[in-house]
């Protein structure tokens, strides 16, 4: 699978954007899928992810409340839904999924668990 992540920018404190990944090559509905970043210095840290089947969401302790992650099977596309941005979400995020099988639930947030990733796109929130 091929995944594309798009719709970083820059953006006031407070702003919303949304991230958007489309795949190719394979199918998104089967697929569990997550979103990770990673600030410069800092280890890929886990944002938010959506498994197939169950429905189930999982979001970081730093974004809950303020990120939606959705998934559209028509446009086999996966979105991060960023409102109230703060200067410490700057990172580039990435769109991840595992297309060598079902993540368990104690795997989720792991990026290691996930062997295919989208090359990223950049998000700067000034303050």
């Known amino acids: 699978v091929q995944l594309q992540a798009s719709g970083g920018g820059l953006v006031q404190a407070g702003a919303s954007l949304r991230l958007s990944c489309v795949a190719s090559?394979?199918?998104?509905?089967?697929?569990?899928m997550g979103w990770f970043r990673q600030a410069p210095g800092k280890e890929r840290e886990f944002v938010a992810s959506f498994r197939r089947g169950v429905s189930n969401t999982y979001y970081g302790d730093s974004v809950k409340g303020r990120f939606t992650i959705s998934t559209d099977n028509a446009k086999n596309s996966v979105y991060l839904q960023m409102n109230s941005l703060k200067p410490e979400d700057t990172a580039v995020y990435y769109c991840a999924s595992n297309t060598r099988g079902r993540i368990i639930t104690s795997s989720i947030r792991n990026p290691s668990a996930y062997k295919d990733w989208g090359q990223g796109t950049l998000v700067t929130v000034s303050s």
């Open positions: 090559g394979s199918t998104l509905s089967s697929l569990d």
